[in-house]
């Protein structure tokens, strides 16, 4: 990877380009994502999210941003942790994905709790030190400068409050052989039958293998500022939380 190009999968694009094709990735699984993140996990996608959401801190009447949240699963948790007095939005690059987020929201009586806002990570519309909490949940590994991003929410974030990054990470070393052929051979023939998309569930599959390490992102929330990193390595390291602070 150079300065001009960066990682689309196992592709090397510019910026622009990756930005173009996330986007349609997205747009393309937009509506059969929850489906698939259920078959794609065994329903396990759920419990990591709700282990994330025990880390949040957050009480009634907080302000939290769920940064590339999407269909909006995890933002519907923390508009129950904030109550009717807290300030939830939910926020992505992605107006497919929104749109779906917001019907979720509301069939489940939480749409007047829930503001979205169509935002993109490496730049957000909001002001220094506002959030008590910032989530991000599976979004990172798709955001071309994730350096960037981590800083943007290092800067939204107030004092004394938490980043969570919920996202894909390495696995042990024993579990790597089985994981790797259900990620490269049943994953995409899943995309496939489900979201007539196979290519789609490919790049997700190859985004995750592309995707920092345990050590290298909590170096990288380090770097962009955030204070007693940690990490929590969940189903054996499939997937990791990373949790930093504002001090």
């Known amino acids: 990877m150079t300065e001009d190009t960066t990682d689309f999968g196992f592709e090397q694009v510019s910026p ?141 974030l107030a004092p004394g409050g938490r980043a969570l990054v919920l996202e894909f990470s390495r696995p042990n070393p024993l579990l790597a052989p089985a994981y790797d052929l259900y990620s490269f051979k049943v994953l995409p023939q899943l995309g496939r039958w489900v979201a007539k998309d196979a290519d789609s569930y490919r790049y997700l599959a190859e985004s995750i293998r592309k995707h920092p390490d345990q050590d290298t992102l909590a170096a990288m929330m380090e770097t962009a500022g955030f204070d007693h990193v940690r990490y929590y390595n969940l189903t054996g390291g499939i997937v990791a939380l990373h949790v930093g602070y504002a001090l």
Request: charged share 25%; aromatic share 4%; hydrophobic share 40%.
């Open 16 to 156: 622009a380009e990756k930005t173009r094709r996330v986007r349609a990735v997205f747009e393309s699984v937009a509506p059969s994502y929850d489906v698939m993140n259920d078959l794609m996990s065994g329903g396990l996608h759920r419990l990591w999210k709700r282990f994330a959401l025990m880390h949040t801190g957050l009480r009634p009447g907080g302000k939290v941003l769920d940064l590339a949240g999407g269909t909006g699963d995890i933002a519907q948790g923390l508009a129950r942790q904030v109550g009717p007095e807290g300030e939830v939005v939910l926020a992505d690059i992605n107006p497919a994905m929104l749109g779906v987020g917001r019907d979720r929201a509301i069939d489940a009586g939480l749409g007047g709790r829930i503001r979205i806002t169509t935002a993109n990570a490496e730049c957000l519309p909001f002001p220094d030190a506002h959030f008590d909490c910032v989530t991000i949940g599976f979004g990172l590994r798709n955001v071309t400068h994730k350096d960037q991003a981590l800083k943007e929410m290092r800067r939204v």
